[in-house]
């Protein structure tokens, strides 16, 4: 019986179709909400990431034939983790957009004392965003935005081939698209705003009509209890704002590869 025999060819073919690839995969993984980020363990994040690629390596165009040790390899290695990470942060920033909108809301409101911790961001946020990061990671979920975010990634190898890499455009138009971060804040905090808004208003009236009125002992009630009402009947246009966002992220990051 002859023994197997493996050629240098074969087995950087082997490595490159699992090691670039793994890259861009990882880079996604690296900072992804809800699959990835901060608040779920490395050791899983790799796991994931080495799972994922086993499974859509099959499928992949053949690799360019380039030394795994040489610094080509290094370079495009570079690449395809700088795509998966530009591929995350299009939805991270979406995720960031509410937490901003949630810290908006929890100043007027007068919650913006209650902090807890972030294990996505590794901050202090109000608890009032910490209830939007969690209903948006539900909705994340029940949306099947993880889903889609794969099925991108998967097709982000079709889309940009490994070897290829993002021009000074695409960069250009993720930096800009960065601004999600406050129309989308505002897309969603802007209906508890404003009654937010009218309720100051109000407030200001009485105290200028009413002097020896103790607006501290008066107004932080009021403003809370409005702030509550205001959070619970707002949560449909919470749903669609944050629809929207997701979808505007899926096609940003479509453009983003086919620039």
Known sequence: MSALVLSAEQINGWISLILWPLFR????????????????????????????????????????????LSADSILI???????????GLLVLLVFNAVTLAGESIA???????AMMNDPQNGVQVPTVS????????????AFDGHHAILLLMVSSFTLLPVGQ????????????????????????????LAAML????????ITRAAPQLNLFSVGFPITMTVGFVAIMLTLPTFQFSFEALLIEAQAAISELLRR
Do not use: C, H, K
């Open 25 to 68: 995969v990882a880079g996604v993984f690296s900072i992804l909400p809800v699959l990835g980020g901060g608040e779920v363990p490395v050791r899983v994040r790799i796991a994931l990431a080495v799972l994922v690629t086993l499974l859509i390596a099959p499928s992949l165009a053949p690799m360019p034939v380039v030394d795994p």
């Open 130 to 141: 910490q209830f939007y990061l969690i209903l948006a990671t539900l909705l994340f979920l």
């Open 165 to 192: 890499s993002l021009g000074p455009e695409p960069v250009w138009m993720l930096v800009s698209w960065a601004a999600i971060v406050f129309y989308g804040a505002l897309a969603i905090a802007l209906p508890a």
């Open 77 to 87: 290695s570079a690449q395809q983790l700088i795509i998966g990470v530009a591929m």
């Open 107 to 113: 100043i007027t409101m007068g919650l913006g004392f």
């Open 198 to 205: 009218t309720v100051n208003m109000v407030m200001g009236v």
